[in-house]
């Protein structure tokens, strides 16, 4: 090997930066995702790559559910505060009070409420571009997703008729009303993105690491005891040493009981993992197309 | 760049895009890489099995695990490219699975572009087909390095070593006329496993590696071209009302290196002006840095306080870019509607974007037969052609052979803003004068 090679997440970070710079010259309104979890971590720490010593040239947006950890929440505001990003915050509440989310009799997720809360913000702020962590290896739905990724002017994604994405020649141009979904992390694996974190020293939210926590079990796994869905006389309500792989609300993250207490030891553990990661989001499990129907229906 | 750790993982990464008609079994390739390989957890395995016992008669298909969309399970095929990610101790590879049927060209150009081998599944049945031809010929139009002819249902000939060498004979007969330097055949069973991570014991004739010790081991080197630094401006950097005074004068350029190798000192030319200055810095978030090379991403500063803007190049003094706004290219047509001569098109090509129209229909290629068709009146949908084409303003380019990143392009229709096409650029006929010194600073 060459003294002119770049290892392997050397070279996934000169892709994300180029892609990110590319929404930065081609996009006049763009946006980025940041929910605080380990993914838009990567990404914000790639934009300050992409965009420093200038002030990132795009505010952080979150859809916040309600149902949010805490801990998350605060992870997402203390980080914004600290690199000095504009933060928008649009609440799944506001959308329901204000009737363009409209709650199904009896659902109890925000999952599906937080599309057209995203759309709407979208609209209120006539962003462009959305840029957001997803991850190729994440999801079936997600494997064929493009870099930049075209949605109409209701925010819909339609997997047969994607632009082809050929060398490192991206196509944003739009007309008005359309939008486009930037995924700079399409290349990267769960153990690429805690091996950047390891690498960058960058911070994660604590309940990603080994604690003691009150878990009910249900649908087959143990899940965070919280107000929301509070435990049935009938459940199975233990005290476990958990942690979070993936963070969705908190009524449907799965904890892992896991000892891992530091970066290193969950590098360790997701190398010896038998399951995916998405297998503890009980949101994907509803049926086999279920990403699949979210995202054509505007979902990132 | 960035500081280098010591990791018990893969350090390097390996593209590959796997290509086969409708039933050749690509997805079972690949399906059968990611089980032998141990890259499958139980959850995947799981929904392997519920599906195999809802819709397979309880037989798990390999398929299911790449063939991700509803739609494509209904029907049986694979709408669009689907990556796929995995690693052994030795390599990290991205898989580009690329469909065989109709949409095939547009699917393979996009799967392929980036890759640095290919795999061309062939049926022992039915040997070479008319689609093995047109894979072949893309990879050798798209310049990948490396391809593999994966010679499948190996089972249903009897492990016959003579028809293998058949079908080797045949490929034989019309790759020299390619440019593909490193071809290999290997002879397997992707539905039982023969010869993909595990040898086979039907083959004993075979001396060959395995698919996967070969994906491991084949050397890749460099990709890129180290040979005549290109940057093209992506972004200009210039902080807003800084808090830091050292920053006031901060006018870096941002991009992707996309040739050769810059160091401070060094004499750069900025493109389309032709003014020349020197480094002054190479910029990055972890500090300045000695040299970058390609494909890099860095922002560089410059002595002179010129005027650069994205869609500008920045490059060095040897092995100079072609310069022209009459261009000539093989390009490979992605739309339904056919490309005419006479129509007007944005090219994008590198971090530029300009108007071009299309001024002659060269050459159509018959992929099945390698010949070329003169003046065709268009072309359709998954034809390749060489095409002329006149831009707006003149654009800074290399020979698509010599360089992958400054020798291709998109085309956009206008209105819809399709991608429509992807352009290989054949070799500049003059390069940019440095002689045309009346703007040096």
Redesign the interface.
Known sequence: ??D????????L???A??VM??V??EFERPALLFSGGKDSICLLRLA????????LPLPLLNVDTGHHFPELNTFRDARAKELGAKLIIRRVEDAIAAGFATPAPGEVSRNRLQIPTLLAAIEEFRFDCCIGGAR??EE??R??ERFFSFRDSFGQWD??N????????Y?G???PGENMRVFPL??W?E?DVW?YI???QLAVPSIYFSHRRTCVRRGGQWLPVNDIVPPKPNEDVRELVVRVRTIGDIISTGLVESPADSVDDIIVEIAA????ER?SRADDKSS??AM?DRKKAGYF | MTKTVSTPRPTEILRFNTCGSVDDGKSTLIGRLLYDSKSLMEDQLEALERSADITGGGQVNLANLTDGLRAEREQGITIDVAYRYFATPRRKFIIADTPGHIQYTRNMVTGASAANLSIVLVDARLGVIEQSRRHTYLASLLRIPHLVVAVNKMDLVGWSEARFNEIRAEFEKFLPRLDIKDVKFIPISALNGDNVVDASVHTPWYPGPTLLHHLETVHIGSDWNLNGLRLPVQWVNRPNNPTDPRLHDFRGFSGQIAGGIVRPGQKVMVLPGGQVTTVKEIWTYDGPVAEAFCPQSITLLLDDDIDVSRGNMIIGQNHLPGSSSELIANVCWMHQRPLVAGKKYWLKHTTHTVQVAVTALNHRLDISTFETLPAPAELALNDIGEIRLRTASPIFFDGYETNRLTGSFILIEQGTHATVAAGMLLPPREVVRPDATDFVI
Do not use: C
């Not at chain 1, 994607?162 to 020649?169: F, H, S, T």
């Open positions: 090997m060459s002119y090679h770049l290892d392997h997440l050397q070279y970070e000169t892709e930066i180029h710079r590319e930065a010259g300050e790559k992409a965009f420093r010593p200038s002030d190729r290896d079936k739905a494997a064929k997997p047969k994607q632009r082809p994405e050929i060398w490192n020649l196509n141009r739009l007309n399409s290349n694996t153990q091996e390891r690498r960058e993992a038998r399951v995916t297998g086999e197309a699949e």
